[in-house]
């Protein structure tokens, strides 16, 4: 039974690991998120991603992490403090894939979504962001 359990939580350090290697690599070399920028990435990125036809609004708030959520038909993204250029890349291709749109209610649809948050939609992002990141950063 331990060696179980001592498999399962390498693996799990491993990918960890693994994610924080993804968020470093995204994150490094992009600035940090000019307010008055905004909307020029924003437009650029939407373009790219051919989201023109979505209802996209935005924020900034005082929590530490970005996220995006789709109420009413409206996708919302909210950019935290430590928002970076690179976030507005992520945070649209979230929406772009679908990642925040509903996918039900339920404690069970609430562990579901967290799972694939933690193993799917979060490393696609971040592989994504990290291909797209030195062809984009010429345009600004
Ligand atoms: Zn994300």
Redesign the pocket.
Known sequence: MSKLIISISLLLLAYLLFLGYLKFQERKNSPKLDKTKVDKLILFYRNQLNLKNKKIHYEFTNKKQSNSELKNGIYFIKFGKSALEITVL?ELF?IYRGDCDNHGKGIFNYVRIRLLYFFL??PR?MIHSIQNKTINQQHF
Do not use: G, R
């Open positions: 992520h979230h939609f979060e992002t």
